[in-house]
Structures are given as structure tokens and as C-alpha cells.
């Protein structure tokens, strides 16, 4: 009977209970502590991210860099801090070389250069020290369809109508190098009698001249003219080609160039194909990307977040991942030649390097 009691167990039956116990108290004791241990803290909590502004305060690009600046860190983890700092010159160009040479893949470090900056990286434009398909991309708060404009009292009423007119109809354009130029002179290359007129500084002098009479119409971006809706409701402009599919019955721009074309015009439009995309360094941390690309995309279907973008005039579009852009990016980069890029700087009015 005494084997029963413990205080008078047999020396031994003593030996087997306390290894048992050295092993599996501890054990015990050590998942009890990992039950009860605090989860670890998001990763943004209590830090400042840093927003890059490719262009200077007032603009397009400097108010988009703000309305991100009130609104995403909302939707991140850990709720951080979010600055904006200027970095204009080159369109773009010197944020992007100062994201990926100079700025640590921490995820603390972003930035909104502006439209353009990829495609000079793509054609290694002089002054360009990045590949733009290195870049971590978190999205684009929109992309709006771009359209070709006429006056409506100039008797076009189709792109069949413009194809057949006898003289070249003149479109105003900002520059050489902006899409405004570009796919003018790329549909004069194939045929159509269009001419751009340079030097018209911003899109509303462009809209000014327009409504005006001193040129007969535009290619512009949808955002860019619903500053000036009224020019559409009132009848003064009409539309005659499109880039996206919004308008039924219109023709896409895509599909009245041939073949021999289309990666010039592929290279072209992508100026407008991608909008304003929130990029970071090369090589942040899957994780880090990964908080980063969903709180943009909840960020840009939130009801305060568009409110905040239509107050500042600003035209959202539809948002695009972060993942899409990379995709179209790459994809973008493999259609690159020197043949390609020598069309392209022609037709941007560029001499060769």
C-alpha cells in the first residue's frame, strides 16, 4: 500500500516523476508566457513617411501629393505620419533618380513624381539614371481616358469626316515633347490632316484657344477638360477619338493607327495611360509592400478621400494596383528598341544623343 501515497513513494519510483517534471514543467510553463506574449507592433507605428512631390507646389502633382498625404495613412497599420517634401526639375526625372540612388528600400520613403518620368526612363532620356522597371509601385490614384477634341462648328462631326477634310486642321499643344504634340503628329504620319500648334503653355490656354476659334481642337486627357465642362454641354467641342472605351459608339485611338505604329503610339499614350503612380524605391520589403499596396486601393475607393480629391479639382479616374502598373510596365519595356526609340524622340521633336 505505501507505493500509493507520494510522501512515501520508494527512492525508486522518485527518480522517473522528477525527470518527467524537469522536462515538461518548463515546457508548460514556456507555453503559458507565448500564449500571453503581446503581438508585435505594426510596423508604421510611430514612424514618418516621407511623400516626394515630382513637381512644384500648386500644381496637379503637388495637390494629388497632398490629398494622398490627408487620406492614406489612415488606412495603413500603426497609423504613421506622412510629410511632403518638393523635389521638382526635368518633369519628374530628378525625384526619380533621387528614389532609387539615394533612398534606403525601407518603405519610409515614397513618391509622386508626375506622368511623364517613366517613359524618359524607358528612352533613356539624357539625365536619366534609373530603370523605371525597378521601382516598387503601390498604385495610381486614377486614369482618365484621353479624347481627340474638335469644334463642333467646324463641320467634323466623325473621324471619317477629319480623314476626308482638305486641309490640315490645326490643334493646339503645350509642347513638343507632351502627348498634346505627339499624337497629333503621329496621326499626320499616317495620313490624317492635322497639324499641332505649339506653344500654348498649359491645358487651359489650350481649352482658351479652342473655344475661342484660333485653333479647331485638342487632344487632351479627360481630366484636363472637365475643368471646362461646359465647353461640352454647351456644344462648342466634340469628341472624336478616345483612348479608353467610355464613350459608346466612338472610335478607339488604338484601333485607326496600323500595325507599324502601334508601339510608337503604345509608347506615346502611355504619358496619360498610367496616371499619377505612388512609387517607392527598388527592393522594399514584401511586407511592407504588401500594407502599402492595400491601404492605396482602400484609400482610393474611400468616400472621404474622393470627396477631398473633387474639392481640389482633381478627377480620380479609376485606380489602378500597384501590380497592374508593374505588369503593364514590364510589359511596356520589352516593346523597346533603338529603332523605337529613335521614332519616339522624333516625334517629340528631340535630336538624337
Known amino acids: 500500500?505505501?507505493?500509493?501515497?507520494?510522501?512515501?513513494?520508494?527512492?525508486?519510483?522518485?527518480?522517473?516523476?522528477?525527470?518527467?517534471?524537469?522536462?515538461?514543467?518548463?515546457?508548460?510553463?514556456?507555453?503559458?508566457?507565448?500564449?500571453?506574449a503581446p503581438a508585435a507592433e505594426p510596423f508604421y507605428k510611430g514612424k514618418?513617411?516621407?511623400?516626394?512631390?515630382?513637381?512644384?507646389?500648386?500644381?496637379?502633382?503637388?495637390?494629388?501629393?497632398?490629398?494622398?498625404?490627408?487620406?492614406?495613412?489612415?488606412?495603413?497599420?500603426g497609423w504613421p505620419e506622412i510629410i511632403i517634401q518638393s523635389m521638382e526639375?526635368?518633369?519628374?526625372?530628378?525625384?526619380?533618380?533621387?528614389?532609387?540612388?539615394?533612398?534606403?528600400?525601407?518603405?519610409?520613403?515614397?513618391?509622386?513624381?508626375?506622368?511623364?518620368?517613366?517613359?524618359?526612363?524607358?528612352?533613356?532620356s539624357p539625365g536619366v539614371t534609373?530603370?523605371?522597371?525597378?521601382?516598387?509601385?503601390?498604385?495610381?490614384?486614377?486614369?482618365?481616358?484621353?479624347?481627340?477634341?474638335?469644334r463642333a462648328d467646324s463641320g467634323i462631326k466623325t473621324f471619317e469626316d477629319l480623314k476626308r477634310s482638305t486641309k490640315p486642321l490645326p490643334l493646339a499643344a503645350i509642347a513638343a515633347g507632351t502627348s498634346t504634340a505627339m499624337v497629333p503628329r503621329l496621326l499626320a504620319q499616317i495620313g490624317?490632316?492635322?497639324?499641332?500648334?505649339?506653344?500654348?503653355?498649359?491645358?487651359?490656354?489650350?481649352?482658351i484657344a479652342v473655344e475661342s476659334g484660333e485653333a479647331t481642337g485638342f487632344f487632351l486627357s479627360e481630366d484636363s477638360v472637365t475643368r471646362r465642362a461646359d465647353l461640352q454641354r454647351k456644344g462648342v467641342i466634340i469628341p472624336?477619338?478616345?483612348?479608353?472605351?467610355?464613350?459608346?459608339?466612338?472610335?478607339?485611338?488604338?484601333?485607326?493607327?496600323?500595325?507599324?505604329?502601334?508601339?510608337?503610339?503604345?509608347?506615346?499614350?502611355?504619358?496619360d495611360s498610367f496616371g499619377l503612380m505612388l512609387v517607392g524605391p527598388p527592393g522594399i520589403p514584401a511586407e511592407q509592400m504588401a500594407s502599402l499596396r492595400e491601404a492605396f486601393m482602400a484609400m482610393t475607393d474611400d468616400r472621404?478621400?474622393?470627396?477631398?480629391?473633387?474639392?481640389?479639382?482633381?478627377?480620380?479616374?479609376?485606380?489602378?494596383?500597384?501590380?497592374?502598373?508593374?505588369?503593364a510596365i514590364k510589359a511596356l519595356a520589352e516593346r523597346i528598341t533603338p529603332e523605337l526609340i529613335a521614332r519616339y524622340r522624333d516625334l517629340g521633336g528631340r535630336k538624337e544623343r
Open 1 to 36: 500500500m505505501r507505493g500509493f501515497w507520494p510522501g512515501i513513494l520508494l527512492p525508486s519510483w522518485r527518480a522517473p516523476w522528477r525527470v518527467l517534471a524537469l522536462i515538461f514543467i518548463p515546457l508548460i510553463l514556456q507555453g503559458l508566457f507565448l500564449s500571453k
Open 48 to 77: 514618418t513617411i516621407t511623400l516626394i512631390a515630382g513637381f512644384g507646389a500648386g500644381g496637379g502633382i503637388d495637390s494629388t501629393a497632398r490629398v494622398i498625404q490627408r487620406h492614406l495613412w489612415r488606412f495603413l497599420p
Open 89 to 124: 526639375g526635368a518633369g519628374g526625372v530628378v525625384a526619380a533618380n533621387y528614389l532609387e540612388k539615394r533612398v534606403p528600400p525601407d518603405g519610409l520613403t515614397l513618391a509622386l513624381p508626375g506622368r511623364s518620368w517613366f517613359v524618359e526612363g524607358l528612352v533613356k
Open 130 to 150: 534609373f530603370d523605371p522597371t525597378r521601382f516598387s509601385f503601390i498604385g495610381s490614384s486614377g486614369v482618365a481616358p484621353a479624347f481627340l477634341f474638335v
Open 192 to 207: 490624317v490632316p492635322v497639324e499641332a500648334v505649339l506653344g500654348y503653355g498649359s491645358t487651359a490656354r489650350m481649352l
Open 240 to 271: 472624336l477619338l478616345q483612348t479608353r472605351p467610355v464613350v459608346a459608339g466612338l472610335p478607339l485611338l488604338q484601333d485607326v493607327v496600323p500595325q507599324s505604329h502601334q508601339d510608337l503610339l503604345a509608347l506615346t499614350i502611355a504619358l
Open 304 to 327: 472621404e478621400f474622393l470627396g477631398d480629391m473633387a474639392r481640389a479639382d482633381l478627377s480620380p479616374g479609376e485606380a489602378l494596383s500597384g501590380e497592374t502598373i508593374e505588369t
